[in-house]
């Protein structure tokens, strides 16, 4: 699958399952890589785990007589074609035969679908357990008690605004239960968090908005160009066209952006939560929360300096007399989020109320905090790039990746010599990785992200 002027380096592609072999405790392994002529590793800043397929060929009848049944261990060792470059080692549980194909009579070509080892037993697994706690110490007990994975918060500029919670999960999966959890949580500004999944990691990392905006980017030394020319100090002309070759971007595309209807539509802009206690027989006070009022809040408490990515334009003004006439875009509430509630259900040992997963016992401000974290959200997915980079520095730099800020300079799309050298702000600056595919093919490596932006770029 490699050879000596590959960007890659594959260790190791193992094949094992516990029906093969004598002892179940030590199955027969075959290596399997001079048979893979593709590969591809999926992370997902939404997923807990990562997803992966290959193609392999195979003219030795090596399903008919070792079988594919869709239990086996497939164990991926790869490294960047680079000297002294560390080894990534991801362990895989084949899900499935995605397609097969005869070439001819004597070969197959077939594509595996595969998953991380710790998503195929929580596939597998159901329980139910009362937890309480912090719910982030919710969601560490989870993995740790029931798929032995760790869990990681990187960064410590936002902390949960939720308190002590008590939660009962109802015979659920162990990570179906970890991303409800996640999806209660958020800063005191409606920063929502991410559970998600890395390559270069076995753990599980939990970060939330906030603290991946505020961040440096890993490339801030020399940043991601879509363009000929890449700029570089201090750096001799043979390093500036090796940074060339390993930092400039292949491909550049921009599907779905700027619709403010769809962003009205999910309840960004304008949108009514209403809470109803069942126990007090209160509703939530001022109930309707302003989009560009949350983003205003979220922008002053991370501090940016720069112009931001995220953004809402509430210029527009439309309407009919008969039914009050034109209004703000922003004015009108385009979803209604509606909760019935029971508080004051559990205490702690000093009898003081401790909140549920639905209710907020001591402050009732932290209801919509649920519908600013939506809407946070939803003001990201609002500018999503899709780019192709060369792969190398996604193995070799500790933090590259999902969750992790990129800096793309984009050259400025014009013929007139004067602006050539020029980058274009609207297309430029620092954006977050959201996904990526690993792509590892006939010696070359390249990664294909979806990049949100979160602030732009000065000319």
Known sequence: MSNEQSQYIIDRIEFTSERLGVDPSAPQVFDIRTSVVELNIYENIELPYLTANLVLTDDVAFKSTVGIKGTERITIGVKAGSEGATIVIKKFMITGIQTEVSVNERTDVRVLTMIEEHAYLSALKKFSKSYSGRPSKIISNILSGHLNKTLMQEHSFGIEAQGKIRVNIPYWNPLQAADWIRDRMSTSNGSPYFLFSSIRSDNIHLANLQDMMIQDPWNSAVNQRYTRTQTAHNLTLDDRDQLRKIF?????????IESSLRLA??????????????????????????GLETLNSFTDKIGSKEDNGLAIDNSLKIGVPTDGGSKYIDSYSTKVFSSVVASRQFYDASNKPVSGYHDESLQSGLYKLKIKSAALRAILMNNVYTITVPGMPYLIHKTAGVGASIVLDYAMPTADPNNRNKIDPQRSGKFLVYKARHQFIAGMYDV???????TGQKE
């Open 265 to 290: 539509q999910a309840g960004a802009v304008g949108s009514d939560y209403k809470v109803f206690d069942l126990t007090s027989g209160s509703q939530l006070p001022n109930p309707f929360h302003n």
């Open 448 to 454: 294909h992200m979806d990049i949100v932006k979160l």
């Open 248 to 256: 400039h971007v292949k491909a550049h595309k921009q599907t779905s």
